[in-house]
């Protein structure tokens, strides 16, 4: 098969799996510079994309009616892609894929509408960190990168981290939320530890969340401003030498940044979320029978986040290299 001219990427959503996306995109343009690359993605998750060096262009897909799905698998036929690359795998993707004209369709080999592409990937037998596995996915494209895959933005953004450590109480999922009792007592230690501020952090709907937070542990802590696009938000967490949060879509902005994190994992898995590098930690009840459920409801009264001390958190922190996190 002849190298591709064009490539569409395909992940719609969410902003976490659209960054994690990021060392592929890098690996293919790697692998075949001549090749103009294309992403498909929704917003605000298509924000992550901005000033990508290794994109032409990103598409923002809209749903919504019967005629406007047909309008979009109409307008990516007509752009003549060689190749098309379904990461998301869900049946709109799939359709857009199979209908798209492309010489290759790829996509993942283990779901129900697997029919929709003429080159499958299967999972990594062991689970891998997912930016990783999407690099991966590639092999069987012919492209093969070893080493490191963390995900990257474009943001531009300068200038040291301030003296703040940032913490992210919120989570969609609440089988992913660690108590905001939890949050207060870390960010307490944290400022006397450390001698610095505490940024929490907060998104629509949790502003609330994040002055409960901020007020219990005291003068040493304040919200973020409000952040009505992710560059805004990505501003804010370049501001802090450290990231403390959730299992969630901003964790992966800190880390595509660059900044130092420590996750709290639940139901979710850390080898998946969490990259294996030195700046970065994951903390979990390791000893509870039903860890890593990825349940999205608990019959055990969460005892995975509620039962999760402080001080295995603090603990985490200070595993840390000095010179990673300022300290």
């Avoid at 998750?45 to 406007?68: D, F, Q, T, W």
């Avoid at 207060?184 to 937070?213: D, K, N």
Wanted: glycine fraction near 8%; proline fraction near 8%.
């Amino acid at each position: 098969m002849p190298n591709p001219n064009s490539i569409l990427i395909i992940q719609l959503r969410r902003i976490g799996d659209v960054i994690l996306t990021t060392p592929a995109v890098e690996a293919l343009k790697s692998a075949y510079p001549q090749a103009q690359i294309d992403f498909l993605a929704e917003r605000p998750a298509a924000e992550a994309l901005e000033g990508n060096p290794h994109l032409r262009e990103v598409l923002i897909y809209e749903a919504g009616s019967l005629s406007l799905g047909l309008s979009w698998m109409s307008r990516i036929r007509s752009r003549g892609y060689d190749w098309v690359i379904d990461y998301m795998g869900n049946p709109r993707t799939a359709l857009l894929t199979a209908l798209s004209g492309a010489m290759l369709k790829a996509g993942p080999g283990h779901v129900f509408h697997r029919w929709a592409y003429n080159r499958r990937w299967l999972q990594s037998a062991q689970t891998q960190y997912s930016a990783r596995e999407k690099v991966l996915a590639l092999r069987s494209l012919g492209v093969s990168r070893e080493g490191e895959a963390l995900p990257r933005l474009y943001f531009g953004l300068g200038g040291r981290p301030e003296n703040l450590m940032g913490l992210i109480p919120s989570s969609r999922r609440k089988t992913r939320r660690w108590p905001a009792r939890s949050f207060v007592e870390l960010g307490r230690e944290l400022a006397r530890r450390h001698g610095c501020g505490i940024l929490v952090f907060w998104g629509p709907g949790e502003r609330e969340l994040a002055q409960s937070v901020a007020a219990g542990i005291g003068p040493a802590a304040q919200i973020s401003p409000a952040t009505p696009t992710l560059k805004a938000l990505a501003e804010q967490i370049a501001r802090c030498r450290l990231i403390v949060s959730n299992c969630n879509g901003p964790k992966h902005i800190a880390v595509a940044l660059g900044i130092p994190t420590v996750t709290i994992h639940g139901s979710s898995d850390p080898k998946a979320w969490t990259p294996p590098h030195p700046s970065h930690r994951s903390v979990r009840k390791e000893e509870l029978h039903c860890i890593g459920c990825r349940l999205n409801e608990c019959p055990y009264d969460l005892e995975c986040m509620n039962g999760l001390e402080p001080r295995r958190v603090l603990e985490a922190v200070s595993s840390l290299p000095a010179e990673r996190v300022g300290s």
